[in-house]
């Protein structure tokens, strides 16, 4: 597998937990080697671009949000309704300094832009938008791949589901996908699903080094069409999950980042209705926001829905989504995601706050944070949740300082994603500390 289209550092946030002892860790991956605007490689000619290189440097500076031009996609729809305006209260951020946790040395925030591969930023305070930028020819009309943003996406949509009934999250996945009867998820919930506590003891184990993380991960995106098919490649998302006849361990109990946890919750949504994910999001989610443009979900090549990884919205848009639920659900004048649901993800279910398996990551707020609904959330001292996706993608939402944060790049490789994170998060905390006067940097005591 060539090393521009492997995937040996998918989600190496995620993998940070403590409960499993991984191994292959982020910062043996980037070796700590600060991002640097030098690192980017001259972008490829368009026309050269296709689903057998998109997927890393130098392409992905423009095929992260061009990805309606290399594979299939299925539209959301934006709806008939106005647009809910965004007016702009501008301020300087970029002289913000911060003291960048990989160099350790002090930084602005024109200079974090310039070295973490920014495509798009945008920053909201009190709804009104603070900052906005946009690099690598991607415009404020561009829709940008939001990887693993994704799956807090999901979890947005599973909340709406559940209070109208449709959807319930103590049920089994078998209960709504039979074909799911003896591989690992066999006696998991759908919660198990959504707080990523589903017991792999093989994928565990492969987590423990570099070649079994990057394997694990190939064969979804293989399946996906995202990486060049082989011999043993599952002929789409669905038959890859079905594939899955394997031991499974004791659910519920540990956090286990599963990228195909949030595939299968897409397809168990679409059972549970009786009506495909994108039509699911349009009616539902999406058309409600007042967005300026349509959305899209990636699709594999049986027209299924890559829903852990593929949805695609513009800056703006995904900042509206995150002004809604750090408004507790409410946005546009309507209540779209049951202000419930949101307080579960903000106390990350109040009883697992206080026992549940750790999902900590090295960032402010996140070092004794937990997972809930495919959102990350911070200690309650700090009370903030987030989206975090591959390449450096984040939504950031701070309800205490009325904040959200939106963040795309095209980080080059797998080798500098955990250092872009490290830094472009840390320059983000410095932004609402500047403008608000909260901060979640350890030992703060705000």
Not at 354 to 365: L, Q, V, W
């Amino acid at each position: 597998m060539p090393a521009a289209t492997s995937r040996p550092a998918r989600e190496c946030l995620a993998v940070l937990s403590a409960t499993l002892l991984f191994a292959f860790s982020c910062a043996a991956i980037s070796a700590q080697t600060a991002p640097s605007s030098s690192a980017a490689p001259t972008p490829l000619d368009p026309l050269t671009i296709n689903a057998t290189n998109w997927y890393w440097g130098p392409a992905n500076t423009w095929s992260w949000h061009n990805t309606r031009r290399i594979f299939p996609t299925a539209g959301i729809s934006r709806g008939v309704g106005p647009v809910v305006s965004l007016t702009h209260d501008e301020h300087d951020l970029a002289s913000i300094t911060f003291t960048d946790p990989i160099s350790q040395k002090t930084m602005s925030v024109a200079a974090m832009l310039d070295r973490t591969f920014t495509d798009g930023f945008l920053v909201l305070h009190h709804g009104k938008i603070a900052a906005e930028s946009y690099r690598n020819g991607m415009t404020a009309d561009d829709p940008h791949m939001l990887m693993s943003v994704s799956k807090s996406v999901m979890g947005a949509l599973a909340g709406i589901l559940a209070a109208q009934g449709k959807l319930d999250p103590a049920k089994l996945v078998t209960a709504y996908i039979p074909e799911m009867q003896g591989t690992v998820y066999e006696g998991a919930t759908v919660r198990n699903l959504l707080d990523m506590t589903v017991d792999d003891p093989t994928e565990r184990a492969a987590f423990t080094s570099a070649e079994g993380t990057a394997k694990a991960y190939e064969a979804v995106d293989e399946a996906g069409g995202w990486l060049p098919s082989t011999s043993t490649t599952a002929p789409g998302l669905r038959a890859y999950l079905t594939s899955l006849h394997r031991p499974h361990g004791l659910h519920g109990q540990q956090f286990l980042y599963l990228d195909q946890s949030a595939i299968l919750i897409g397809w168990v949504m679409e059972r549970a209705t009786g009506k495909d994910l994108s039509q699911l999001l349009t009616e539902n989610l999406w058309s409600k926001l007042g967005p300026e443009h349509d959305a899209s979900m990636m699709l594999d090549h049986y027209q299924q829905a890559y829903s852990s990884a593929g949805f695609n919205a513009t800056l703006r848009d995904l900042a509206r989504l995150g002004q809604m639920m750090a408004q507790h659900g409410s946005y546009n004048g309507q209540q779209i995601v049951p202000a419930a649901w949101v307080k579960d993800i903000q106390t990350a279910g109040a009883a697992q706050q206080e026992t549940g398996p750790s999902a900590s990551a090295p960032y402010p707020g996140h070092r004794h944070g937990l997972y809930r609904n495919f959102w990350w959330v911070t200690e309650k001292s700090c009370g903030r949740f987030a989206g975090i996706g591959l390449g450096g993608q984040l939504l950031i939402i701070d309800p205490i300082a009325d904040m959200v944060v939106v963040k795309f790049d095209s980080v080059p490789s797998p080798e500098l994603d955990d250092a872009t994170f490290s830094t472009q998060y840390a320059a983000i905390d410095a932004i609402i500390h500047s403008l608000s006067g909260h901060t979640c940097q350890l030992g703060s005591g705000k």
